[in-house]
Nanobody
């Protein structure tokens, strides 16, 4: 059974930092494209960042230069380092894996940025 479990969310002041983690089980982690998405209240889920099996990264314009996605294949874990957080970054953050269209989502972790 495929499982993705996010952690690391919480309440932080504007300008602060958080690191999210996503631990995967039930998959060969290293061959999957992994991603972070977020959904703010009343808004659609949107892409934050993705990282391919070869380490190529892609970021939403709104987080470029502030967020960094990385992966540790030995630990089956995906990370999102978030710096210079803004109130508009407040959302539930979801981990995602995609292997040629086989997609799985985690249950999310809430990030709240106070002004």
């Amino acid at each position: 059974q495929v499982q993705l479990v996010e952690s690391g969310g919480g309440l932080v002041q504007a300008g602060g930092s958080l690191r999210l983690s996503c631990t995967a089980s039930g998959i060969i982690f290293s061959i999957n494209t992994m991603g972070w998405y977020r959904q703010a209240p009343g808004k659609q889920r949107e892409l934050v960042a993705t990282i391919t099996r070869d380490g190529y990264t892609n970021y939403a314009d709104s987080v470029k230069g502030r967020f960094t996605i990385s992966r540790d294949n030995a630990k089956n874990t995906l990370y999102l380092q978030m710096n210079s957080l803004k109130p508009e970054d407040t959302a539930s953050y979801y981990c995602n894996r995609d292997l040629f269209g086989a997609v799985t989502w985690g249950k999310g972790t809430l990030v709240t940025v106070s002004s």
